[in-house]
């Protein structure tokens, strides 16, 4: 069974309200009017065992307990597993009265093939009788073996999210990197595909399915206009506004973001105006909202750090791994820093955060600005 509901105005207040006096000023922050933690928790590394999915359905609940109340997932995480982990550990919360169902945004992506919970003895197989012959996809429908964003594919994909989250409505249905597809076809026959995507996505919405959508990506948003698998914000809103006027329901992004990879910041790579600006700025002009995915980069920035940096984010934090996360949460522009975590222990470290000022706007620009 299905919980009924979706994160609200009032919901994410609410929850919001329970950390008065231990969240920091800015570790709550409005957007669209939900109220979203400056730490989201991600599900997307791990091992396809059960012994994965336990660890993750307790980091999940001991995060929504610590203050975060942004779940990122997605169906091809670990074949299915992480969705069913994190709608373990909604189901045992909101059970218990320790949260309610509008307090919570949880988002989920679809684009990527994937089994249902292990290797199948015979992959192929496994495809042609769950999806090919069923004809939810056609051969010419899959772009580099792996991809897919038809209107019957989507649809698919989200009934098997709802149901392995055990929600009705998901808050953020997110195209899992639709670059992908600009390997194999044209930017015009990218974008019929995008409106075909969005005209099926504003379906799910007005079914009551999602609440609203975006692009999830890896390298589109991050590269030079000249890239073949680039990505223009504006050009992608376009087609929102084109599909569903200007009550349009694409409202989120996500590209990863982090020491190693500021390009969102300081990357000056997306046509809006007449001008060319950095996306976070793009998106702030445009009312979209950022997650930051990989802040972490899977521990490649979480230790080491210049002793300079360490200054500038924090001094007084114990780990480098915060100090890294401090600089996406804390960066102009970022709605919800994403970290995967699947262990109590690094779910206590990192969101002793919760309670850290944010760095001050003066020293980011002095010390990533240099003004």
């Known amino acids: ?33 939900l109220w979203l933690s400056s730490v989201g928790i991600g599900t997307y590394l791990g091992a396809h065992d059960d012994e994965t999915d336990e660890r993750y359905a307790r980091a999940v609940a001991r995060a929504l307990e610590l203050g975060v109340n942004v779940v990122d ?21 909101i059970e218990q009265g320790k949260l309610a169902r509008d307090e919570v945004i949880v988002a989920s992506k679809a684009g990527f093939l994937t089994f249902d919970g292990d290797y199948p003895p015979d992959p192929a197989a496994y495809f042609q ?21 038809t209107p019957r594919y989507l649809e698919d994909q989200l009934e098997r999210s709802r149901r392995n989250l055990g929600l009705d409505t998901l808050d953020v249905y997110f195209l899992h990197n639709p670059e992908t597809q600009l390997q194999a076809v044209p930017r015009a026959e990218f974008l019929s595909r995008i409106r075909a995507a969005y005209e099926k996505l504003e379906e799910c919405m007005a079914a009551g399915k999602i609440r609203c959508y975006g692009t999830a990506t890896w390298d589109g948003y991050r590269q030079s206009p000249r890239a073949r698998d680039f990505l223009s914000l504006e050009e992608l809103l376009r087609v ?51 997650f930051a995915s990989a802040s972490l980069l899977q521990g490649q920035v979480a230790r080491n750090l210049p002793d300079d940096l360490r200054a500038a984010l924090g001094p007084d934090l114990e780990t ?21 975590m699947s262990r109590v222990a690094h779910v206590e470290e990192n969101l002793r955060l919760v309670a850290q000022p944010l760095v001050s706007a003066e020293t980011f620009r002095r010390v990533f600005f240099r003004e």
């Open 73 to 93: 997932t997605a169906i091809n995480y670990r074949f299915q597993r992480s969705e069913r982990s994190v709608g373990a550990a909604l189901g045992a919360l």
């Open 129 to 149: 009788e769950h999806y090919f012959r069923p004809g939810v996809l056609r051969t010419e429908d899959v772009v580099a073996g792996m991809h897919c964003m």
């Open 1 to 33: 069974m299905e919980l009924a509901g979706f994160a609200t105005p009032e919901g994410t207040a609410r929850y919001r309200e329970r950390f008065a006096g231990h969240a920091a000023e800015g570790h709550f922050r409005q957007q669209n009017g």
């Open 320 to 340: 480098d791994a915060q100090r890294a996360l401090q600089f996406v949460r804390s960066t102009p522009g970022v709605g919800t820093a994403l970290v995967g």
């Open 240 to 290: 929102a506004t084109e599909v569903a006027g200007a009550n349009h329901h694409f409202r989120c992004v996500q590209l990863p973001y982090n020491l190693a990879m500021p390009e969102a910041l300081l990357q000056a790579n997306q046509p809006l105006d007449s001008e060319a600006v950095p996306l976070l700025e793009a998106a702030r002009r445009l009312g979209i909202t950022v």
